[in-house]
């Protein structure tokens, strides 16, 4: 029996993915969570074979989820499941040790396919998605992408300084950096191209 944990924020996908799982005989359920550090605490507590999280969620985004397993050497393999259909993403998840990666307007039927194949110890990437995420590489650093994503919420420098503990001058240097790389007129402008890639 492989055991899954489902960390998924709206309720009704939560739902719908676990009764998917539940209709196969070689599955198990185990786990529910709403966001990314709920999840983190149940995957500690019950030791799920297999998780299979969203990107965007809240307090802990599925990346961040995967990584931080990984940091902890933890043995559960990772599954996305989401809308984002861009190449940043995959890139970014694969990096973060993901295992699998399906968008939610596939065929329910690869779900379980995937989480067996990723309980084998292999992956499950939509081939194209996979072909296309290395075309196209992120050219942002982590420091440039963590500045440029605060300043895409709208923060002041001043504000973005305090929030990373670095002087004003450093943070500009890196928005400055992140703008001409991404070849664009303004920050807002930069963050929402990264953000349309998936970089964000």
Do not use: C
């Not at 990107?55 to 043995?75: N, S, Y």
């Amino acid at each position: 029996m492989i055991r899954v944990l489902i960390a998924e924020d709206q309720s009704m996908v939560l739902g719908a993915l676990a009764a998917l799982l539940d209709l196969e005989d070689d599955l198990e359920v185990v786990g529910r969570a709403a966001d990314g550090r709920e999840a983190l605490e149940r995957i500690e507590e019950i030791d799920p074979d297999v998780v299979i999280t969203d990107i965007e969620m809240p307090h802990m985004t599925g990346l961040e989820l995967a990584a931080e397993l990984r940091r902890r050497g933890h043995r559960a393999r990772v599954v996305i499941v989401t809308t984002f259909a861009r190449e940043g993403y995959l890139r970014r998840a694969l990096e973060a040790g993901v295992a699998g990666y399906l968008l939610k307007d596939s065929p329910s039927e690869q779900l379980a396919k995937a989480v067996r194949r990723v309980h084998r110890g292999l992956r499950a990437v939509d081939p194209e998605l996979a072909a296309a995420a290395w075309s196209d590489p992120d050219p942002l650093t982590d420091r440039e992408r963590q500045v440029l994503r605060l300043a895409g919420r709208g923060l002041t420098t001043s504000k973005i300084a305090e929030e990373v503990h670095l002087s004003e001058g450093t943070v500009r240097n890196y928005l400055s950096e992140a703008i001409g790389k991404l070849d664009a007129a303004n920050r807002i402008e930069a963050a929402r191209i990264a953000r349309d890639k998936g970089w964000l």
